[in-house]
């Protein structure tokens, strides 16, 4: 069992920033994909961002492109989430999890979050004025 632990979320206005990371003594990343994906109240689980190992390829769903930027830092061995230009829709639980894949359809990109499982119990991002 990885131990791994999300943290940095809490609450922002629109249009501001949080950083959310997740971290622990078992998580490596050397192979395959790690990502985030997010769950707010009655809604569907959604996959927000995918790092692909190989090439060190990152991927975005199409609501947080261009304001999220994921990354891995081999130093650290954390997985972190910067969120700019953060809107209320981003409002959820986020979660870190290895596994990510992608679906790339007409220019639009989809995180599917099929075989994530989280590792830890997540951070809450709140967005609100």
């Known amino acids: 069992q990885v131990q791994v632990a999300e943290s940095g979320g809490g609450s922002a206005q629109p249009g501001g920033s949080l950083t959310v990371s997740c971290t622990g003594p078992?998580?490596?990343?050397?192979?395959?994909?790690m990502g985030w994906f997010r769950q707010a109240p009655g809604k569907e689980r959604e996959g927000v961002s995918c790092?692909?190992?190989?090439?060190?390829?990152?991927y975005y769903a199409d609501p947080v492109k261009g304001r999220f930027t994921i990354s891995w830092d081999s130093a650290e061995n954390t997985l972190s989430l910067q969120m700019n230009s953060l809107k209320t829709e981003d409002t959820a639980m986020y979660y870190c999890?290895?596994?990510?894949?992608?679906?790339?359809?007409?220019?639009?990109?989809?995180?599917?979050?099929?075989?994530?499982?989280?590792w830890g119990q997540g951070t809450q991002v709140t967005v609100s004025s």
């Open positions: 999890a290895a596994d990510c894949r992608i679906r790339e359809n007409d220019g639009h990109t989809t995180v599917v979050t099929d075989h994530m499982k989280p």
């Open positions: 078992g998580l490596t990343f050397d192979d395959g994909s």
């Open positions: 790092f692909r190992w190989s090439g060190r390829r990152t």
